[in-house]
C-alpha cells in the first residue's frame, strides 16, 4: 500500500485548504482511512476518520465544524477539506489507511503516507 498526500502549504488564519491522499494497492472495500497530525514537540493525534463499515467518521473535537472528510473511491483517494483555519491546525498531516472487515475504529495499524506540512500563520 502506498499513501501519497498533497495539497498541503502555507495559509493565513481564517483560510481553507483541502488535503488529498492517493491510495495505491488498496483496495477500498472494508477499511478506515484517515488524517493525523503532528504538531512540533507533540505527539501525533488523530484528525479525522471515515470507516467503511457503517459510513461513520470521526472529527477530533477541535476540528468539527471546519474540516470534512470524504472519499472518492473511483480515484481511490481520501479528502480532507479544511477551513477556518487557525494557527494551531499548524502541523504535518499524516494519512493512514487501514483495510479491516468491520473495522470501527481510526487506521492506527495501517499503512501510513509520509506526511505533508501544514503551516497557518497569523
Known amino acids: 500500500v502506498q499513501l501519497t498526500e498533497s495539497g498541503g502549504g502555507l495559509v493565513q488564519a481564517g483560510g481553507s485548504l483541502r488535503l488529498s491522499c492517493a491510495a495505491s494497492?488498496?483496495?477500498?472495500?472494508?477499511?478506515?482511512i484517515g488524517w493525523f497530525r503532528q504538531a512540533p514537540g507533540k505527539e501525533r493525534e488523530g484528525v479525522s476518520c471515515?470507516?467503511?463499515?457503517?459510513?461513520?467518521?470521526y472529527y477530533k473535537e477541535s476540528v468539527k465544524g471546519r474540516f470534512t472528510i470524504s472519499t472518492d473511491n473511483a480515484k481511490n483517494t481520501v479528502y480532507l477539506q479544511m477551513n477556518s483555519l487557525k494557527p494551531e491546525d499548524t502541523g504535518v498531516y499524516y494519512c493512514?489507511?487501514?483495510?479491516?472487515?468491520?473495522?470501527?475504529?481510526?487506521?492506527?495499524?495501517?499503512?501510513w503516507g509520509q506526511g505533508i506540512q501544514v503551516t497557518v500563520f497569523s
Open positions: 471515515i470507516m467503511s463499515t457503517d459510513g461513520s467518521t
Open positions: 493512514s489507511a487501514e483495510s479491516r472487515v468491520g473495522i470501527t475504529r481510526c487506521p492506527v495499524f495501517g499503512s
Open positions: 494497492g488498496f483496495t477500498f472495500d472494508d477499511y478506515a
